[in-house]
Every structure is written in structure tokens, then in C-alpha cells.
């Protein structure tokens, strides 16, 4: 088969919405490829898996434009990153930003400080006026604003 009979094909194959697989939209002699695809006519899934592996041996869950991890024991975290046995750490972790009146924790989202009673601030270092005053923020969100503190990436997952 010639080149030039080859470009015949595709070009022809382009020209009609047929043309271009998986849902593929034609636009003049090209195709368009949706989420998750790839190639000339869209022919070809791209393994989500392959970019951007989960860690800490998790198991890649490849699904058309997206994937997920399913983590091991003791590993969470959208790419499986944090070790669940190490959640807590001292105010004098290199990680952790110094928490005065608190506890520096690992979330999902990196390092935060849970504030003692009568404390606030990103550092726990702001007195409340009341030190008896006790966080009116439901079980497991803290913070002047109650942010929810996501150990684990499902956790906090689709707003749950």
C-alpha cells in the first residue's frame, strides 16, 4: 500500500463522524478525542495508571480518563502517599508547621494544627477571649472555619 493511498483512507475515514472511534467528534479532517482517549481517530485509551502510579504498592483502578487507588493497610491518600501510621506528629517534626497550643496532625491534604481548648489560629497561637470556650464545630472538623480533617482521601471524598 502506497502513502499516498494510506492518506486517502484516513482523510476519508476523517471526513465522516464514523470515522473517528469511541466517541470521537470529527472536525474537519481531524478527530477530537474525548477524556481518557487518544490517537488519530481516538482509537486509543490512555492508561491513567501508567502517568501517575499510585505509591507505597496501592493498586491502580484504570477507568476511562480517571483511575484511583485502592491502598494497603496503613497507606492513604489519592496516590496511597501517607503512611496512616505515622498521622501524628510532634510540633518539632520537620514537616510540621509549630503548633504553640496544639497538635500537629498529617491530613490528606498536608500538615495541620488541631487546636486545645481556648486556642485558634493556623498556629494555635490566638487566645479566645473565654479560655473555657469549647470548639462549636462538629466531631472531627476544627478550626476557625470547621474544616474537616481527612486522614483518609475517601473521608473527605464527594463532600462525605
Known amino acids: 500500500m502506497d502513502v499516498y493511498n494510506s492518506q486517502q483512507r484516513l482523510s476519508l475515514a476523517l471526513s465522516t463522524s464514523s470515522g ?27 492508561l491513567e495508571c501508567l502517568t501517575e502510579p499510585c505509591q507505597n504498592n496501592g493498586i491502580c483502578n484504570d477507568r476511562i480518563g480517571i483511575f484511583t ?54 498556629d494555635c497561637s490566638v487566645p479566645l477571649m473565654d479560655p473555657n470556650v469549647v470548639s462549636t464545630c462538629p466531631e472531627y472538623y476544627f478550626g476557625p472555619d470547621c474544616r474537616k480533617f481527612c486522614k483518609e482521601f475517601d473521608d473527605c471524598a464527594y463532600g462525605h
Not at 22 to 45: A, F, H, M, R, W
Not at 79 to 96: A, G, H, V, Y
Open 69 to 122: 487507588c485502592t491502598c494497603v493497610k496503613g497507606y492513604s491518600g489519592r496516590l496511597c502517599e501517607f503512611d496512616s501510621t505515622q498521622s501524628t506528629l510532634t510540633p518539632k517534626s520537620r514537616d510540621c508547621p509549630p503548633c504553640l497550643n496544639g497538635t500537629c496532625l498529617h491530613d490528606i491534604f498536608g500538615v495541620v494544627c488541631i487546636c486545645n481548648n481556648g486556642y485558634t489560629g493556623k
Open 20 to 46: 473517528c472511534h469511541k466517541n470521537g467528534t470529527c472536525i474537519g479532517d481531524k478527530c477530537s478525542c474525548p477524556n481518557g482517549y487518544t490517537g488519530v481517530l481516538c482509537q486509543s485509551e490512555i
